[in-house]
């Protein structure tokens, strides 16, 4: 799913080339991606585009007589760029929006379509869509602490939750507690202001971060390669693979149709979290510590029977 840095830099590309410019044309192909029926999306055809805004991770797209177009791009869903005669790619093509400077192309390859459309009129029903999570970059670490420990979530949660904090998901919030060397499964509750501090500090330096290298590697082309999973990245989508930091092998912990992935020697003081997966199938087989993992592994090589990574 695009976040933050993702949907920043989308924002900025499609302000470049849609700012003062007419919509000539709209089309609808997707059957599951408009929400709304009253305007009709054909009600923004001849107007301006005035601005390109953000709520978490939707894009607005702002028209004359304060009618709007709020994108969420979901899990799939993904922009193109091209020429005014650009055309629908066949089965993963969504939307198509034909502009005086060039046409913008909505897609989405997944089975399910999940990326939804939004006509709205007025600001008040264009308000109606933010979820109140706060925007990260400029948080002050007061607010930024107490928004944290306003429920009682595990980290992982509350930063993903975009009724607490504004564009993070699933990637980022990996690489933001790896940072702060912090478990995903540590509870908000339990934070000393030390570690809040630390947890502050690496949430806006990895956003930051990343989207100042998102910029550059783009450069003036359209954003084309936007993933979830990026080279680079230190913890997120490397189960197996060696932590930057310390060497260890990456961990992770699946649930529902997500997975958590960290490094035991950085954040959770070589514990392996129990993966609901495996752990309940292996039940005492299952290793409690990073030494008793590596252990297993060196025995099964020795006995010439795989490992459970491999």
Not at 19 to 27: F, I, M, N, Y
């Amino acid at each position: 799913m695009p976040e933050l840095p993702d949907v920043l830099l989308y924002r900025e590309h499609l302000e470049r080339r849609l700012l003062g410019e007419s919509l000539v044309r709209a089309s609808v192909r997707g059957l599951n991606l408009l929400r709304t029926f009253e305007p009709p999306v054909a009600a923004l055809e001849g107007r301006r585009v005035l601005g390109v805004e953000r709520i978490g991770k939707r894009l607005i797209l702002v028209f004359e007589g304060e009618l709007f177009l709020a994108f969420h791009l979901m899990i799939a869903g993904r922009f193109r760029w091209g020429e005014r005669t650009a055309q629908l790619p066949g089965k993963i093509g969504l939307a198509r929006f034909e502009f005086t400077s060039g046409t913008l192309l909505l897609t989405e390859a997944s089975r399910r379509q999940r990326a939804s459309l939004h006509v709205l009129s007025g600001r008040g029903a264009l308000e109606s869509l933010d979820r109140g999570g706060l925007e990260v970059l400029d948080l002050p670490l007061a607010r930024f602490a107490e928004a944290l420990r306003s429920e009682e979530h595990t980290l992982k949660r509350a930063l993903t939750d975009p009724r607490i904090l504004s564009g993070i998901g699933n990637a980022y919030s990996d690489e933001i507690l790896h940072r702060a060397r912090l478990s995903p499964l540590r509870r908000t509750s339990q934070l000393d202001d030390d570690e809040m501090t630390r947890l502050h500090e690496a949430t806006q330096a990895t956003l930051r971060d990343w989207t100042e290298r998102l910029r550059a590697e783009t450069g003036e082309r359209f954003p084309e390669k936007v993933t979830a999973f990026r080279e680079g990245m230190a913890v997120h989508g490397r189960y197996g693979q060696p932590c930057p930091v310390c060497g260890s092998p990456v961990q992770r912990i699946v649930y529902a149709e997500n997975e958590a992935n960290y490094c035991a020697r950085c954040q959770t003081g070589g514990k392996l979290l129990a993966d609901r997966a495996l752990s309940r199938l292996l039940r005492g087989d299952w290793p409690k510590t990073l030494e008793e993992l590596e252990g297993d592994v060196s025995q099964r090589r020795v006995l010439g029977t795989p490992s459970r990574k491999e």
